[in-house]
């Protein structure tokens, strides 16, 4: 789980600006919350600091964060764990009720100031440099924050069966991640939400079995 900030560390996030996200304080404490997933630092001069989007929900008092470890291809953790994650598709059942819903509006709100604050121009419909670095999550928030249903592995969920609804996975691919999804119609959906998330897409088939699936890359122009 990701370690909780101290009291010091939280003292600079409640008082960062609740528009920008933007952040003053110790140098130390800034990269230190930049080692979090809580900060990242703007690569163009002041190069000042801003929350990313688990700094924000931090902020809003959710005690959550959002994180994937590099590499990962499993499953996020559940949002049990007290760690908000995007679903990617094959978590158990989590609450999607209200509390959910605003949860991940506020981390897609999020998002999309990251992209208006470190994108060249301040241009939002591509993703940034953030998502770039965290594929799964990325792709995943985007389809979920559209309101598209996730596989799930709930207790009457028989192995290997092809539950309906998106899995997002890594790729050996640079900057891909593969969405799969059993219902065709729906595959095209995801195709169009992530599409107008600025991710160019492409459909593809798995070369023993014929299933369709999209690969997805951030688009960079």
Not at 25 to 54: I, M, Y
Not at 184 to 196: G, I, M, N, Q
Not at 204 to 220: K, M, N, V
Request: overall charge positive; some cysteine; charged content about 25%.
């Amino acid at each position: 789980m990701t370690r909780p900030p101290t009291a010091a560390q939280r003292r600079v996030i409640d008082a960062a600006d609740p528009v920008t996200g933007r952040l003053r304080g110790a140098e130390g404490r800034l990269a230190a919350l930049v080692r979090q997933g809580l900060a990242f630092r703007h690569p163009r001069p002041p190069h000042d600091h801003f929350l990313t989007p688990a700094g924000h929900r931090i902020r809003e008092g959710t005690a959550a964060a959002v994180a994937e470890p590099a590499g990962i291809s499993a499953p996020a953790r559940s949002a049990s764990s007290g760690v908000f994650t995007a679903r990617v598709g094959g978590e158990e059942a989590v609450d999607a009720g209200p509390a959910r819903t605003r949860e991940v509006r506020s981390a897609w709100q999020g998002l999309l100031e990251m992209r208006r604050m470190t994108n060249t121009g301040g241009v939002m419909d591509r993703p940034c440099a953030w998502e770039r670095t965290h594929l799964v999550q990325a792709a995943a928030l985007a389809l979920e924050a559209a309101g598209l249903r996730p596989a799930g592995t709930g207790p009457g969920t028989a192995v290997g069966a092809r539950e309906s609804g998106y899995r997002v996975r890594a790729t050996p691919q640079p900057e891909a991640v593969a969405v799969r999804e059993p219902d065709a119609a729906a595959l095209r959906e995801c195709a169009v939400t992530l599409e107008k998330a600025g991710w160019q897409v492409g459909e593809h088939s798995e070369p023993r079995t014929g299933a369709r699936y999209l690969l997805a890359s951030p688009r960079r122009s």
